[in-house]
């Protein structure tokens, strides 16, 4: 089975559900970014799902929320995005990023 696994491709996919589950807790989030920045070099391009998913991951810890708009700078943001970016401020605290946020993205 492992040599199975070793021979899979990962995909938009795969690599979405890796980054999410490195990031559920947020103690992960450094791991879940570093599976992102693989996925791009990988795939070359990234879509909004996986945007989503490591802004999620750093949204959970807490005080990392610079990275979250760092990430957003490179997509078109959906709703769940500025949900994501707007979690990252709450969780840290930083109520005027988030309202500078709700500004920028109406």
């Not at 450094?30 to 693989?38: E, F």
């Not at 957003?72 to 969780?91: D, G, I, K, M």
Request: a positive charge; proline letters at 3%.
């Amino acid at each position: 089975l492992r040599s199975e696994l070793l021979q899979l491709t990962p995909n938009l996919l795969t690599y979405s559900a890796s980054i999410s589950a490195a990031g559920a807790t947020g103690g992960h989030w450094t791991q879940a970014l570093h599976i992102g920045n693989r996925a791009r070099q990988t795939l070359r391009s990234l879509d909004t799902v996986i945007h989503n998913a490591m802004i999620s991951a750093v949204e959970k810890a807490s005080f990392q929320w610079p990275q979250a708009f760092q990430i957003y700078s490179n997509l078109r943001p959906s709703t769940v995005t500025c949900n994501a970016l707007l979690s990252a401020c709450e969780n840290a605290r930083a109520w005027e990023r988030a309202f500078v946020t709700v500004d920028v993205l109406q």
